[in-house]
């Protein structure tokens, strides 16, 4: 990444298209404060509770959630990027099914059950 940013091309490093290899899946999800029943409409409160994921293959990008917090009407809804990684589709699928799972979020309505069912759908498996 040093030497890319440092003006070396791709190319000069060795690295050609030709060279770079599929190695496992990776699929990612937003966690976000938007009611699914409700036509994907923003909800807004205060989180009473706030737990999220933890474990082998799965990365968090958060925003400053936690129980507490006030999710405002004025503010982007995503409350955390959830990524799965495994060296197989079905695996990431199962890592991300577990994490979704996981987490504790009460005093505003979340995508959580959307994304679940999601992920369980057969045209999203095929």
């Known amino acids: 990444q040093l030497l890319v940013a440092s003006g070396c091309s791709l190319a000069s490093l060795g690295l050609t298209q030709d060279k770079i290899t599929q190695r496992g899946h990776a699929v990612q999800v937003r966690v976000t404060t938007e009611d699914p029943l409700n036509g994907f409409r923003p909800d807004t409160g205060r989180l009473e509770t706030y737990r999220s994921a933890v474990g082998m293959g799965i990365r968090l990008d958060q925003s400053m959630a936690y129980a507490g917090s006030v ?3 004025y503010y982007d809804s995503l409350l955390v990027k959830v990524t799965g990684r495994a060296l197989t589709f079905e695996a990431c699928v199962r890592k991300l099914v577990r994490a979704l799972t996981e987490f504790r979020i009460r005093g505003v309505k979340t995508n959580i059950p959307f994304l679940q069912k999601l ?5 999203f498996l095929e």
Not at 119 to 123: E, I
């Open 71 to 73: 999710i405002s009407p």
């Open 119 to 123: 992920l369980a759908h057969p045209k």
